[in-house]
């Protein structure tokens, strides 16, 4: 296993847990007019924002990294690649694109409420 796995499992976790959260917090404060648990849901929808973007670059840099130089003779050593950890990088897009739909959703809610 490589020796960050657990970071990226981590923030794998977060990026799983925090949408429906915040989903939950939009619909909740939009139903029942509170503004404090609007903010909670804008907090919630920014971290899932941030972090599926983080996880998306670092997965992109980790691939960019395993890729054999070009004087290297290609993945004749399979156990190069082990070094880095596994990202699953359309869950990461797809939780960016549910943050910021919960985002405007946010928004949206707040503005309704004046």
Not at 97 to 104: P, S
Request: with cysteine; proline share 8%; charged share 15%.
């Amino acid at each position: 296993m490589p020796e960050y796995q657990w970071l990226a499992n981590l923030v794998l976790t977060g990026v799983f847990v925090l949408p429906p959260v915040a989903l939950g917090a939009m619909l909740i404060g939009r139903s029942r007019g509170k503004r404090k648990v609007l903010r909670a849901a804008r907090g919630l929808a920014v971290v899932t924002v941030v972090l599926a973007a983080a996880y998306d670059i670092a997965g992109a840099v980790c691939l960019l990294l395993a890729e054999p130089r070009a004087d290297h003779p290609p993945w004749e050593d399979p156990s190069a690649v082990v070094v880095y950890p596994e990202f699953f990088l359309p869950i990461g897009l797809g939780a960016f694109v549910a943050g910021l739909g919960v985002l405007i959703g946010v928004t949206r809610a707040t503005h309704k409420l004046g």
